[in-house]
C-alpha cells in the first residue's frame, strides 16, 4: 500500500505553508519567470500562467496522491503574499526518505524565507512524520542554495561529478544548458539538534493535518 503525505498547513512566526491553490498562479509564473530560478532549475523557460495551472491543479496532487511527493507555497503570515514553494519529491517510503528543494521569489530573497521555511519543513518531516533521512541537492555554482542547506543543519556528503545541468544565457539573451556538479545534502534526525538557534527568535512552527 503506498503511502502519502497528509494535506498540511505549516506555520512559522512569519510564514504559512500550505498547498497551492488557484489563487497562486499568477505569482507562481512570475516568480518561475526570475533569472536565478530559469539557471538553477528545470522550470521551463519561458513559464507561462498555464503551466503554473497544471503544476497546481493535476502534477502536485498526482505527485501526493502517488506518495512520490508534495509541493507546499511558501507565504507570507500578515500579507499572504507567495514567496515561494518547498518541494518533496523522490520519497521512498521504506527507508522514510525523501529529497527537498526550494525556489524563493526575487523580491523575497534576503529574509531568511527559505531557511526558515526549510527548516519548518524538516522539523515536521523528522519530527511528526518519522523521516530517517532529508536529502538536498546543490548546483556547485549555487551558492545561496549552499548558505541555506548549511544554515538548517544539513551535512554535506560529496560531490555527484557532472550530475547536474544548470542553464545560461548566452549574447543573444537565449538560454544554453552547461554541466556542473551536484553537492549531495542530508538531514537526520540528530542534525536537528540546535538548529534551531540558527533562526533565532522566530518562535517555532505549528502543524495543522488535512488543512482546507
Given at each position: 500500500m503506498t503511502s502519502t503525505f497528509p494535506s498540511i498547513s505549516i506555520s512559522t512566526e512569519r510564514l504559512v505553508l500550505r498547498p497551492l491553490d488557484e489563487d497562486d498562479v499568477p505569482a507562481l509564473a512570475e516568480m518561475m519567470n526570475d533569472e536565478q530560478v530559469g539557471a538553477?532549475?528545470?522550470?521551463?523557460?519561458?513559464?507561462?500562467?498555464?503551466?503554473?495551472?497544471?503544476?497546481?491543479?493535476?502534477?502536485a496532487p498526482a505527485e501526493r496522491a502517488?506518495?512520490?511527493?508534495?509541493?507546499?507555497?511558501?507565504?507570507?503570515?500578515?500579507?499572504?503574499?507567495?514567496?515561494?514553494?518547498?518541494?518533496?519529491?523522490?520519497?521512498?517510503?521504506?527507508?522514510?526518505?525523501?529529497?527537498?528543494?526550494?525556489?524563493?521569489?526575487?523580491?523575497?530573497?534576503?529574509?531568511?524565507?527559505?531557511?526558515?521555511?526549510?527548516?519548518?519543513?524538516?522539523?515536521?518531516?523528522?519530527?511528526d512524520q518519522k523521516f530517517?533521512?532529508?536529502?538536498?541537492?546543490?548546483?556547485?555554482?549555487?551558492?545561496?542554495?549552499?548558505?541555506?542547506a548549511q544554515k538548517i543543519g544539513c551535512i554535506s556528503e560529496g560531490v555527484l561529478?557532472?550530475?547536474?545541468?544548470?542553464?545560461?544565457?548566452?549574447?543573444?539573451?537565449?538560454?544554453?544548458?552547461?554541466r556542473t556538479d551536484f553537492i549531495v545534502w542530508s538531514l537526520l534526525p540528530e542534525d536537528l539538534e540546535g538548529a534551531g538557534e540558527q533562526l533565532a527568535d522566530t518562535g517555532g512552527f505549528t502543524s495543522f493535518s488535512d488543512w482546507n
Open positions: 538553477w532549475t528545470d522550470v521551463p523557460q519561458p513559464y507561462t500562467e498555464e503551466q503554473a495551472r497544471r503544476w497546481i491543479g493535476e502534477y502517488a506518495g512520490r511527493g508534495l509541493d507546499l507555497a511558501v507565504t507570507e503570515f500578515l500579507t499572504q503574499r507567495l514567496v515561494g514553494v518547498v518541494q518533496l519529491t523522490k520519497t521512498n517510503w521504506h527507508i522514510r526518505s525523501t529529497e527537498l528543494s526550494y525556489v524563493i521569489a526575487p523580491w523575497a530573497r534576503g529574509e531568511g524565507y527559505a531557511s526558515e521555511a526549510a527548516l519548518a519543513t524538516a522539523q515536521w518531516l523528522l519530527g530517517e533521512r532529508i536529502e538536498l541537492r546543490t548546483a556547485a555554482g549555487n551558492t545561496a542554495s549552499q548558505q541555506v561529478r557532472n550530475a547536474c545541468i544548470a542553464r545560461v544565457r548566452t549574447e543573444d539573451g537565449t538560454w544554453t544548458e552547461a
